[in-house]
């Protein structure tokens, strides 16, 4: 691999063409081919927080292949840059690439708790386990700077209402005081990614999240706090990480995880050449190797949208994946289950409120 070729710090090494905006990227590209006659240079490598106000902040799950009922995102786009996010798809409905913009282009939902205390105090609302995030990861570097995700959890336990999280950075440490007190009532789950214990593999994978270290050390101490975690060993990439489940099982059992979860890797959308072009430029020497095991495990093709096969993957290759995680769940979880959330402690809160008038 050429070194000046290989865009360091990011996952993705380019924008590629969003399906939804043929003309503004056709004017955006005559504005970048002038930049390059005129000796100018049209991008950094800068991460760009963009503020933006939507209506709703709630989201209903309609997905089979998706166990949560709700999701709930602060940010749009992911500064982490992991190449192989399934999320990345979704900036193209706000106008920007699922590549380099998804990581440096990041949307900001200030008025997020706000939107979401609007939510919980309908009276038409049941309480359900809101997932933050379902799409893009809350504790990215964003929250050091704006405490969105801090903000939403204050809100959650004002209302008594079960939230479950979804991250792989370790900053969500720092709010560990309100996480002990969301879960002295039994409203919080927690779920830490982590895809490789090899620190080579994870800056190529994962370039601006925490260390293996780090994230093994979050887990750690979130359950000698007594905050149930749930490891998501996730995505299982054949001839890059699948071959690590079992030891990355052992790991997050080692350090008190409750349970873990697995999918097999699809590339769907703009995600699938987005990966190739990354792995034939950070993986020369495997790129076709792997990207045919990909093939294998989805009937020939990269990108698969099947859902109830789509996560799980098909064939051999997805065979051996799954025969490795039922054994790392005989040897390592057999004696440990991740605990329901409450729900009647919202119902509670409300009645309780109602009865002030």
């Known amino acids: ?167 792989k950075n370790a900053w969500i440490l720092h709010d560990m005081d309100v996480l002990k007190r969301l879960n002295e009532n039994q409203l919080v789950g927690v779920n830490i990614s982590i895809t490789s214990l090899s620190e080579h593999t994870r800056r190529l994978l994962e370039p601006r999240t925490a260390t293996i270290n780090r994230r093994l050390k979050t887990i750690k101490t979130l359950a000698d706090n007594g905050i149930p975690v749930n490891a998501m060993l996730a995505p299982m990439i054949p001839g890059i990480n699948s071959h690590e489940l079992l030891k990355l099982a052992k790991a997050v059992a080692e350090n008190g995880a409750l349970s873990f979860g697995y999918t097999v890797v699809r590339l769907n959308g703009a995600i699938g050449q987005l990966f190739t072009d990354w792995i034939r430029k950070a993986m020369p020497n495997r790129a076709e190797k792997v990207l045919h095991l990909i093939q294998e495990c989805h009937g020939g093709t990269i990108n698969d949208s099947r859902f109830g096969i789509r996560n799980r993957g098909e064939g051999k290759v997805a065979e051996q994946i799954h025969q490795m995680a039922q054994l790392a769940r005989k040897k390592y979880f057999s004696d440990r289950s991740f605990p329901e959330l409450r729900m009647d402690l919202h119902e509670q809160f409300k009645e309780g409120q109602m009865k002030l008038f």
């Not at 063409?17 to 002038?34: G, I, P």
């Not at 930049?35 to 991008?43: A, D, I, K, S, V």
């Open 1 to 167: 691999m050429n070194s000046e070729d290989y865009l360091k710090g990011r996952g993705a090494q380019k924008n590629v063409h969003n399906r939804f905006l043929k003309d503004v990227y056709e004017m955006r590209d005559d504005f970048l081919e002038f930049c390059r006659l005129h000796g100018e240079e049209p991008e950094t490598n800068r991460t760009q927080y963009i503020p933006i106000f939507p209506k709703t902040l709630v989201n209903k799950v309609t997905s089979p292949d998706v166990r949560m009922p709700y999701s709930m995102n602060p940010y749009q786009g992911c500064e982490h840059g992991c190449v192989y996010c399934y999320a990345r798809n979704a900036h193209e409905f706000w106008g920007y690439s699922a590549g380099l913009d998804f990581e440096r282009k990041i949307l900001v939902k200030k008025d997020a708790p706000e939107l979401l205390e609007k939510q919980l105090k309908k009276k038409s609302w049941k309480a359900a386990t809101i997932v933050m995030s379902g799409n893009t990861d809350c504790y990215q570097p964003a929250e050091q700077k704006y405490r969105i995700t801090r903000a939403c959890l204050e809100v959650f336990y004002k209302y008594r209402h079960p939230v479950g999280i979804i991250t």
